[in-house]
């Protein structure tokens, strides 16, 4: 009996440094992981070169897989780096200043508002044309479409050779009637130009952030679009027709030929990843409510995962560029490997946001910078090797010290209490981070387990449970390939929504069922071309409710099925119990505090089959066997600490500190005071000792 042909599916995550490669075989549910250098000259390069390299280490063909997901930053660090064409932007006359006007809003607060100086409008005022046509808040017309204006405006950025327009008029969430006719202008004066329309980017009232988000959209559109097109083509001839799928923000995937179209829902494609990885991982191993703390070179992303799914927002935004369109919710500080030690004017010790990144990286590199790093106090402490990457790139502890002892100098300290204070810093500010997740949106922290993962990730794991109380940290193997598993956990997933304002006493329950019945039809249309079955397809519905008079909305679920009266009063009656949890307060027993309906939202999501999580055999003897040497480590003093190779500790396995277990790509340091326990999946379950 010959055995059945192998079917493997890859998830590739490119990041700044690194592209980090999981391939698992849908036959046994084994993984397979690799890393290969970055190309940030061509990215595509490097994600070809992963794909290559798992199917060598597996020895197999490019025959035997049955799709490829993809995280990217491509649109992330276009906006970030400012790097953007010139961009066009026609909306509806008399409102040509609000991209100028904007939001009151100051980052920071009020307090900021002497010294913030607003950023540069994406698209500037001589690249705004205006067109005569006007519809109210309900989609009824007041005054026609102007098609002289509109060729004016088509020609005007043809002559000026702006190819990338964005389109914004007033209630085109209601009405996209003047829109279309806008693109039909422009698809005859100026047929090669890029245009994304704010009706199919952002459904939803605001018109400054539905403006922005359309804007975004059409300026990432080109090079997103030409990225994703170049892989197809080259992914090719490995996989001939293989499906591609690349992440989104909102916790799914899509193909490649919709990517193209909705570039924008890029915007979080290697967080999302992550998070959504490390859930799978953490609920496996039997935990509902996680804190994930996904910590790089640069940065540490962290978000809240309740029953498996990540929280959403849509008040998300990309650098200067607030985005509407849904997201996970992600809260990144500057607290990476690479973060940079420095001194501020008053003379207080200061980690981050500035990074060292990989080049030149810290001092402890081979090629390292000039400036102390959180990587370079971690070495010197020994609470990492004087490697990485199982020794591929190696550290000089020299120059790491060098460079601190420089830095305590000038702050009277000495070696270790420099170094310890770097890392001190570090863990606060993403204890901070942590707390901005969770409560600052009504959650107790120390209702969660703290999952981390990336290469520095967990370096700091002990030190976070003690600043927040936490009650354990997981810690999945192979922890720096997180983000790349997480790709292969994601269902296909679509978004829609449709701005109706309406009171709830008022609610005209025919017309939100009409509106839902249409967002449905639309989320169909696209699993359909997507390749799933309509048997296969789950819809799921949440609105936007808010108190008459507030300035924002709490999203809520809404049942399947007929929405009667009684439905809708369950949603209302949803809506009081979460504005109870965020803020503390609700109006549930005031009848004289209307609630109000805003937004209808659809999610059109097409199941994707999970890889299996194997559980690993027991191994012989205790966890000696894992034990590699030891070196000195300074924790509270300096002590002669043993080290362990963690792929060597099996199922039960208990390492109590102080000890420092190591893998490739990883390294966590157990503090005294704290124990590592192995679970049946691999994963390092890291607890306070009772007592201490």
């Excluded at 290969?36 to 063909?61: I, Y």
């Excluded at 059409?218 to 090719?236: E, F, M, Q, S």
């Excluded at 570090?426 to 707390?435: F, G, H, I, T, V």
């Amino acid at each position: 009996m010959t055995a059945p042909p192998r079917r493997v599916r890859i998830g590739i995550d490119t990041g700044g440094t690194f592209t980090d490669v999981v391939a698992v075989d849908e036959e046994t549910g084994q993984t397979t992981t690799t890393k290969t250098p970055s190309t940030p000259a061509d990215p595509a390069e490097g994600f070809l070169n992963g794909v290559r390299k798992v199917l060598d280490l597996m020895g197999l063909s490019g025959d035997t897989v049955t799709a490829v997901s993809h995280g990217t930053t491509v649109a992330t660090n276009q906006l970030l780096e400012g790097k953007l064409d010139r961009i066009g932007f026609i909306t509806t006359e008399g409102y040509e200043s609000v991209l100028e006007i904007a939001r009151q809003s100051v980052p920071d607060g009020y307090g900021n508002s002497y010294f913030w100086v607003k950023p540069p409008r994406i698209v500037p005022a001589d690249l705004v044309r205006t067109v005569r046509g006007r519809l109210d808040h309900t989609g009824a017309e007041v005054r026609p479409f102007d098609r002289d204006d509109a060729r004016a405006a088509a020609r005007f950025f043809k002559d000026a050779g702006v190819s990338t327009l964005g389109v914004c008029f007033l209630h085109a969430y209601a009405n996209d009637a003047h829109e279309r006719a806008m693109l039909e202008v422009l698809r005859e004066e100026f047929p090669g130009a890029v245009v994304s329309l704010s009706s199919e980017v952002l459904r939803e009232y605001r018109e400054y952030e539905r403006s922005v988000t359309t804007l975004v959209d059409a300026a990432v559109k080109p090079k997103v679009g030409a990225y994703v097109t170049n892989i197809r083509t080259r992914l090719d001839e490995i996989a001939p027709g293989v499906p591609f799928y690349v992440m989104k923000s909102n916790g799914g995937v899509l193909s490649a030929q919709e990517v193209v179209h909705q570039p924008i829902t890029t915007m979080l494609s290697g967080p999302a990843a992550g998070a959504l990885g490390a859930a799978l991982i953490a609920g496996t191993a039997g935990f509902d409510r996680v804190l994930t703390c996904d910590g790089g070179g640069t940065s540490t992303d962290v978000t809240v995962v309740i029953d498996g799914e990540p929280t959403l927002t849509t008040e998300g935004s990309v650098g200067d560029y607030p985005s509407k369109i849904p997201m996970i919710d992600v809260v990144t500080v500057g607290a990476g490997g690479g973060s940079i030690a420095w001194l501020s004017p008053e003379g207080t010790l200061k980690v981050g946001p500035k990074s060292a990144g990989a080049d030149p990286g810290p001092m402890c590199y081979p090629n390292g910078g000039d400036q102390p790093t959180v990587t370079d106090a971690h070495v010197t402490l020994g609470r990492i090797p004087p490697h990485l990457l199982g020794g591929e790139i190696p550290l000089s502890v020299e120059a790491a010290r060098d460079g601190l002892e420089r830095l305590g100098g000038k702050l009277d300290l000495s070696l270790e209490k420099t170094a310890t204070g770097i890392l001190e810093i570090s863990a606060w500010n993403q204890a901070n981070a942590l707390r901005q997740v969770t409560v600052a949106r009504g959650l107790d922290v120390r209702d969660f387990t703290l999952t981390t993962f990336g290469g520095s990730g967990s370096l700091l794991a002990c030190r976070l449970m003690d600043i927040l109380n936490l009650p354990r940290t997981l810690v999945p193997p192979n922890p720096g390939n997180v983000s790349a598993f997480g790709l292969l956990t994601v269902d296909v997933r679509n978004d829609y929504v449709q701005t109706v304002v309406s009171k709830h006493a008022d609610l005209d329950l025919d017309r939100v069922q009409a509106v839902y019945a249409d967002l449905e039809a639309q989320a169909r249309v696209a699993l359909d071309g997507e390749g799933f079955g309509r048997d296969a397809q789950r819809m799921q519905r949440t609105a936007d409710l808010r108190y008459v008079g507030q300035a924002f909305e709490v999203r809520v679920p809404v049942a399947e099925g007929a929405l009667d009266a009684a439905a809708a009063e369950q949603v209302a009656q949803a809506f009081h119990a979460a504005h109870r949890q965020l803020y503390g307060y609700d109006f549930a027993d005031d009848p004289r505090q209307a609630v109000e309906w805003v937004n209808l939202r659809v999610s059109g999501i097409g199941p994707i089959r999970r890889p299996d999580m194997v559980e690993l055999q027991p191994l012989d003897g205790g966890p000696e066997r894992a034990v590699t040497g030891s070196r000195r480590v300074f924790f509270d003093d300096w002590v002669d600490t043993p080290t362990y190779n963690r792929p060597d500790l099996g199922p039960g396995d208990v390492v109590r500190g102080p000890a420092i277990i190591e893998e490739f790509g990883s390294t966590v340091p157990v503090h005294p005071g704290f124990a590592a326990t192995v679970d049946s999946y691999g994963n390092l379950l890291l607890t306070k000792e009772t007592g201490q």
